[in-house]
């Protein structure tokens, strides 16, 4: 009974939506989600100047270090 309450705290928060770019870059729709997921590893988090033709506003490229 006390683990299924766990399971479903743990299952009602939304995942962060993260694309990974490849060698440690990854890509998110907004700057509290690119944190979410670092936090998620208990890892700093480092922006990344990488601005792109046809990147949709609020978009941010980081790093998880």
Known sequence: MILAGAVAGCASRPAPRVT???????KSPTAQEAEAYCRNFGAPMRFLVFKGPG???GEVTFRCD
Do not use: E, I, R, S
């Open 55 to 57: 990147v949709p506003a």
């Open 20 to 26: 990974m770019l490849g060698d440690g870059v990854l």
